[in-house]
C-alpha cells in the first residue's frame, strides 16, 4: 500500500510527543495522531504496527531527547557542580516536557525494547560517571544512582503535579535536597 506523501515515522512520533506534552501520555492513541496529521487511522499502520508500537518509538525518543539535555546540561562540570547540572536539568526536562517524561516511564510497563534499554543504559552510566568523582563505584555508585534518580523522579512528578502549595522557591528547594545527598555520600563514604 502506498504511503501518503509527507508522512513518514519521524512525524508521527513528533506529533505524538506533541500530544502526550499537551494532553498526557493517555490521550496518546491512534485516531489522535491521525487526526492531528489529516489522515485516516488505518494509513498510521503503514507506518506502525500498533499503538504499543508507537508508545514505545516514543518511549526511545524520550529517552533520546532526555540524554541530550542531560549531556549538554553538563559541559564540562565535575563534582557537586555536575551533580546540580545534571539535576536542574532533569528537573527542567520534565517541566518542558511532562508527557514525554512520562512516555519515557513507559518503558517499564511491558513496552521495554532493546533501543530503550540501551539509552536507559547510557543514562545510568552518566550518573555513574558523575558519582565516580565522589570515589563510588560498582554498586556503591548504583545505590547512588538509584538515590539520585528517586530524588529528581520524586521532586519531578510532585511539581508536574502541583503537589508544592506554597509560595516558596522550587530551584531553591532542589537545590538545598541535591546538597543533602551530596553531603549524604561523604557521611556514607566515612563509614
Do not use: C
Not at 514525554?100 to 518503558?107: K, V
Amino acid at each position: 500500500m502506498a504511503r501518503k506523501p509527507g508522512i513518514e515515522l519521524q512525524s508521527i512520533i513528533q506529533t505524538s510527543r506533541e500530544i502526550v506534552d499537551e494532553e498526557g501520555i493517555h490521550a496518546l492513541t491512534l485516531a489522535t495522531v491521525a487526526k492531528k496529521l489529516s489522515i485516516r487511522t488505518p494509513s498510521l499502520y503503514n507506518h506502525i504496527e500498533s499503538l504499543t508500537a508507537l508508545r514505545k518509538a516514543l518511549a526511545v525518543h524520550g529517552l533520546e531527547a532526555l540524554h541530550h539535555h542531560l549531556t549538554h546540561s553538563l559541559g564540562d562540570q565535575s563534582g557537586d557542580n555536575a551533580i546540580h547540572a545534571f539535576s536542574l536539568a532533569y528537573i527542567q526536562f520534565v517541566r518542558t516536557h511532562p508527557g514525554l517524561y512520562e512516555a519515557t516511564l513507559w518503558a517499564g510497563e511491558g513496552l521495554v525494547s532493546p533501543e530503550a534499554e540501551k539509552v536507559t543504559t547510557r543514562i545510568v552510566d552518566m550518573a555513574v560517571k558523575l558519582l565516580n568523582d565522589y570515589q563510588l563505584e560498582g554498586e556503591d555508585a548504583i545505590h547512588a544512582a538509584r538515590g539520585l534518580r528517586s530524588i529528581l523522579h520524586g521532586f519531578a512528578s510532585l511539581d508536574q503535579h502541583h503537589g508544592f502549595g506554597l509560595p516558596v522557591d522550587l530551584d531553591i528547594s532542589i537545590k538545598r535536597m541535591i546538597d543533602v545527598f551530596i553531603a549524604g555520600i561523604d557521611k556514607v563514604k566515612s563509614k
